[in-house]
T-cell receptor
Framework: GQQLNQSPQSMFIQEGEDVSMNCTSSSIFNTWLWYKQDPGEGPVLLIALYKAGELTSNGRLTAQFGITRKDSFLNISASIPSDVGIYFCAGQAIQGAQKLVFGQGTRLTINP | DTEVTQTPKHLVMGMTNKKSLKCEQHMGHRAMYWYKQKAKKPPELMFVYSYEKLSINESVPSRFSPECPNSSLLNLHLHALQPEDSALYLC?????????????FGQGTRLTVV
C-alpha cells in the first residue's frame, strides 16, 4: 500500500532555531498536507499543497511540493515554544483519492 | 467556519457497554471520516462516508458501527469493545472525496475501555 516516510522522527532544538522536516514516498501524490497535533487534540491543518513545485508560506512556516510529486518538506523559521508538538505530513494519490495517507510524524521539542 | 465538533471529548466504557461517538460539521462538506489514533502513531483510517453513503470500510471489526444520518452528522456506535480499542478517535470532513480538498479534523474523543 501507499506509505509516507517522514523524517526525522524527533527533533530537539533551541528556541529561535530553524526546523526542517520532510516526507518521501515511492508513489506519486497529487496533494500534500501538513498538520500539527498537540497532545490530546486533533490535527490542525497548517499548509496545503496542490501543484508539483509549489512553494507555500504561512507565517513562519514554508512548505514545498516536490517536483517529482514524491516528496514534500516543511520548514519552520525562528522557532518559538508554541511550535512544540507533532507534525504530520499527509498525502493523497490519484488512486484511492478518498484516502489521506499519513506519515509517521515528527515530534518537535524546543528548549527555551 | 472550519470547525468539526466531536462529542464527548472523553469517554470511559466497560467492555459490555454500548456507547456512541458523535461528529458534526456545518461547512457543507459531503465527505466525512473516522480515524483511530494510538499514542505516538499517525491517524489510521477506519471509515469514509461520501454523500451520506459508506464508501470505505478499512476492515474495521463489527463492534464499530458507523452511521451518517444526514450530511452534517456522523456517528460511531460502539459495542463490546476491547481494552486495545482504547485510543483517540478523530472525525474529519472535506468538501468531497475528490482530490484538491483539505481535510479538517475535530478535537477527537479520548476513549478508554476498561
Amino acid at each position: 500500500g501507499q506509505q509516507l516516510n517522514q523524517s526525522p522522527q524527533s527533533m530537539f532544538i533551541q528556541e529561535g532555531e530553524d526546523v526542517s522536516m520532510n516526507c518521501t514516498s515511492s508513489s506519486i501524490f497529487n496533494t500534500w498536507l501538513w498538520y500539527k497535533q498537540d497532545p490530546g487534540e486533533g490535527p490542525v491543518l497548517l499548509i496545503a499543497l496542490y501543484k508539483a513545485g509549489e512553494l507555500t508560506s504561512n507565517g513562519r512556516l514554508t512548505a514545498q511540493f516536490g517536483i517529482t510529486r514524491k516528496d514534500s518538506f516543511l520548514n519552520i523559521s525562528a522557532s518559538i515554544p508554541s511550535d512544540v508538538g507533532i507534525y504530520f505530513c499527509a498525502g493523497q494519490a490519484i488512486q484511492g483519492a478518498q484516502k489521506l495517507v499519513f506519515g509517521q510524524g515528527t515530534r518537535l521539542t524546543i528548549n527555551p | 467556519d472550519t470547525e468539526v465538533t466531536q462529542t464527548p471529548k472523553h469517554l470511559v466504557m466497560g467492555m459490555t457497554n454500548k456507547k456512541s461517538l458523535k461528529c458534526e460539521q456545518h461547512m457543507g462538506h459531503r465527505a466525512m471520516y473516522w480515524y483511530k489514533q494510538k499514542a505516538k502513531k499517525p491517524p489510521e483510517l477506519m471509515f469514509v462516508y461520501s454523500y451520506e453513503k459508506l464508501s470505505i470500510n478499512e476492515s474495521v471489526p463489527s463492534r464499530f458501527s458507523p452511521e451518517c444520518p444526514n450530511s452534517s452528522l456522523l456517528n460511531l456506535h460502539l459495542h463490546a469493545l476491547q481494552p486495545e480499542d482504547s485510543a483517540l478517535y478523530l472525525c474529519a470532513s472535506r468538501h468531497t472525496e475528490i482530490m484538491g480538498d483539505e481535510a479538517f479534523f475535530g478535537q477527537g474523543t479520548r476513549l478508554t475501555v476498561v
